[in-house]
Every structure is written in structure tokens, then in C-alpha cells.
């Protein structure tokens, strides 16, 4: 079996997106939004001192065209 996607805080997510060459675009309240530049955007929550769920990390990853390997890899 492989391993479950952990549950992260949005600064560590931050760091895997610029990892991967995404830049920080705008923010609304708490929500920052985040674009390679051409077709690939995702949004994240910006809560300080909370993780973000599995679910939702799932999801950021899935907006990134990231496999959940991949992901760890970078963490």
C-alpha cells in the first residue's frame, strides 16, 4: 500500500509550489491563489497554526497535475 497524503500546513505547501516553479498571484481575505504561469492555478487557504485536511490537499494536487509520489518527494 502506498502512503496516505499527510496532513501539511499551508506554509509547507507554499514551499512545494515554488518548488515547482508556481508563483504567488493575489490574495482575497485568507485565500491565496497560485498559477505556473500558463494553464496550472490552485488556490490555499492561508490559516496560521492550522493543518490543511487531506482532502483538500488531494485536491490542490490534483489542480497541480502532482502525483501524491511526487508530492512527498518534495515535502
Not at 514551499?15 to 515547482?20: G, P
Not at 488556490?43 to 509520489?69: A, E, F, S, Y
Amino acid at each position: 500500500m502506498g502512503r496516505r497524503v499527510p496532513t501539511i500546513k499551508a506554509r509547507d505547501l507554499r514551499k512545494v509550489l515554488k518548488k515547482k516553479g508556481f508563483y504567488f498571484v493575489r490574495q482575497k481575505g485568507s485565500h491565496q491563489v497560485w498559477t505556473d504561469g500558463y494553464d496550472l492555478w490552485t488556490t490555499v487557504p492561508n490559516h496560521p497554526g492550522k493543518d490543511l485536511g487531506r482532502g483538500l490537499t488531494k485536491q490542490i494536487l490534483n489542480d497541480l497535475k502532482l502525483t501524491k509520489d511526487e508530492f512527498l518527494e518534495l515535502l
